[in-house]
C-alpha cells in the first residue's frame, strides 16, 4: 500500500475515527483542519485528511487542497513510526532536529494547547494501525 495514497489514507481515517483518544478529544475542542501528509523535499504533500469536530470526514492523495498543517518527514522516518509509534519527548526532537518538518502550521501551537498535543502524538502512533 502507497504510504500517504488514496488507500492508506483511506485506512487511517477509519483508524483515526476509530481513535478516541484522538476523534474524541479533538471533538471536545471543535477541532477542524486540512492535514496534509508527505516526503520532505517534495513540492507537495501526498496525502490529506480532513477533520471537522475532530472525525475525518475525507481522506486520499493530495489535491491542491488549502492546508492548516502540512506535515513532512523523509521516507524513512515515516517507515520508522509507523513501525514503532513515538511519543511526545521523540516527536519534539524529530521536530527540533528537522526529521519532522511543517511545511505549513505551527508546532508549538500544538505543545500550548493540551487538548491538541496528547491526540497530535496518539495520531502518529495510529499510523502503525494501517495494514
Known amino acids: 500500500m502507497d504510504l500517504f495514497g488514496d488507500s492508506w489514507m483511506g485506512k487511517y481515517k477509519e483508524v ?3 481513535a478516541g ?4 478529544a479533538l471533538a471536545k475542542i471543535n477541532f477542524d483542519s ?3 501528509w508527505g516526503i520532505a523535499g517534495e ?3 501526498r496525502g490529506v485528511l480532513v477533520v471537522k469536530s475532530g472525525k475525518a470526514v475525507h ?3 493530495y489535491n491542491g487542497e488549502d492546508l492548516n498543517w502540512d506535515l513532512r518527514a523523509s521516507q524513512e522516518s515515516w517507515g520508522q513510526w ?3 509509534p513515538v511519543g511526545m519527548a521523540a516527536l519534539g526532537l524529530a ?3 528537522g526529521k519532522l518538518k ?3 502550521g505551527d508546532y508549538t501551537s500544538i505543545l500550548k494547547n493540551p487538548g491538541m498535543a496528547g491526540p497530535f502524538v496518539s495520531s502518529f502512533g495510529l499510523m502503525s494501525q494501517v495494514k
Do not use: E, L, M, Y
Open 16 to 18: 483515526w475515527n476509530a
Open 21 to 24: 483518544d484522538v476523534s474524541d
Open 102 to 104: 511543517f511545511a505549513t
Open 82 to 84: 509507523q513501525r514503532s
Open 43 to 45: 513540492d507537495k504533500p
Open 34 to 36: 486540512t492535514i496534509g
Open 59 to 61: 481522506a486520499g492523495a
Open 95 to 97: 521536530v527540533t532536529t
